[in-house]
């Protein structure tokens, strides 16, 4: 079963970093197109961002409001995506969801447990 | 940036009922669109995409219709597992979500 678990989630001042982990487990990671989708507390969700796989280029799309502020990155020897999220805002509070790409482009089709993100003073 | 907007945003039906579920787009997303399901405490899960493919292990009681602006979800007969919030997603252009519809218990 395919499984992915992330990590990295807490409280952190406006201004402030964070980076974000997921793990994949059961999954052909170093060929999957990987993404990040959040959610702010009792609303819906955000795309924040995809990442496509090495063999297909590598690289990063973002959404416009965390655009230059998050960068996403991964590390196929250890199965491992990431999110680094840097001037942070109150408004970057979401639980933030890793997922896989499947079927097309931007559908989601695995997803993570998810990690809470609390910017706050 | 499309916009997705669902309705209704609360649908209150029993067991054994049928659920429609509507999703409008400000613009036509051909038949990029993707339905999910999400439970209170849990990821969402992918029930279809392509506005009519269902993911896989989905059962045959979801459906999906529609193409251009105006989508719909059918659940034919509500399980007792089926009360939950769905999303419509469009990925023509960058994606977005709709805001949700909740099914609940009537």
């Known amino acids: 079963e395919v499984q992915l678990v992330e990590s990295g989630g807490g409280l952190v001042e406006p201004g402030g970093s964070l980076r974000l982990s997921c793990t994949v487990s059961?999954?052909?990671?170093?060929?999957?197109?990987m993404s990040w989708v959040r959610q702010a507390p009792g609303k819906g969700l955000e795309w924040v961002g995809r990442?496509?796989?090495?063999?297909?280029?590598?690289?990063?799309d973002y959404a416009a409001p965390v655009k230059g502020r998050f960068t996403i990155s991964r590390d196929d020897s250890k199965s491992t995506l990431y999110l680094q999220m840097n001037s942070l805002k109150t408004e970057d509070t979401a639980v933030y969801y890793c997922?896989?790409?499947?079927?097309?482009?931007?559908?989601?089709?695995?997803w993570g447990q998810g990690t809470l993100v609390t910017v706050s003073s | 940036e499309i916009v997705l907007t669902q309705s209704p945003a609360t649908l209150s039906l029993s067991p054994g009922e049928r659920a429609t579920l509507s999703c409008r787009a400000s613009?036509?997303?051909?038949?990029?669109l993707a339905w999910y399901q999400q439970k209170p405490g849990q990821a969402p899960r992918l029930l279809i995409y392509?506005?009519?493919n269902r993911a896989t292990g989905i059962p045959a009681r979801f459906s999906g219709s529609g193409s251009g602006t105006d989508f719909t979800l059918t659940i034919s007969s509500l399980e007792p597992e089926d009360f939950a919030v769905y999303y419509c997603?469009?990925?023509?252009?960058?994606?977005?979500f709709g805001g949700g519809t909740k099914v609940e218990i009537k």
């Open positions: 990442i496509k796989s090495k063999t297909d280029g590598g690289t990063m």
């Open positions: 997603q469009q990925r023509s252009t960058w994606p977005s």
């Open positions: 059961e999954f052909p990671f170093n060929i999957a197109w």
């Open positions: 997922t896989s790409i499947g079927y097309s482009d931007y559908y989601f089709d695995n």
């Open positions: 613009q036509s997303v051909s038949s990029y």
């Open positions: 392509d506005a009519s």
